[in-house]
């Protein structure tokens, strides 16, 4: 667990600032996801979040990159207790073409909702 947490004056009756947690999840490669456990002071951002666990934040130009619980946002979104800062990484290939390759690699008669039909029974049921 890292913990990032700012010190406030050393008066008497000074009050310590509020930390709250967050999670960081990065998928850097394959397969190869990182998950870090923070606690942030109140009203800490996205980009500290990535700072804190020695990640760079994302050019600016790419803000699909960056997401809280799955919802893409800005580096420079503030968080809420909890939060779940997710940081991708670039598709490869359109699922959508994927899918269809493999689609035509297994056939149309052995893959998908009516492969398994009864024999004489109608198309599509």
Do not use: N
Request: proline fraction near 12%.
């Amino acid at each position: 667990m890292v913990s990032l947490e700012t010190r406030g004056p050393c008066e008497p009756g000074a009050k310590p600032q509020a930390v709250m947690p967050i999670s960081v999840v990065a998928c850097l490669g394959p397969r190869q996801v990182q998950e870090w456990e923070l606690q942030l002071p109140e009203g800490a951002t996205v980009a500290q979040a990535l700072q804190a666990c020695g990640l760079a934040p994302p050019p600016v130009h790419d803000p699909q990159a960056l997401g809280v619980w799955g919802r893409r946002c800005g580096a420079a979104q503030a968080l809420k207790p909890g939060d779940r800062v997710e940081l991708y990484r670039p598709l490869r290939v359109d699922p959508k073409v994927a899918r269809r390759e493999r689609f035509k690699g297994q056939g149309a008669r052995t893959a998908g909702l009516f492969a398994k039909r009864r024999p004489g029974a109608k198309p599509g049921y």
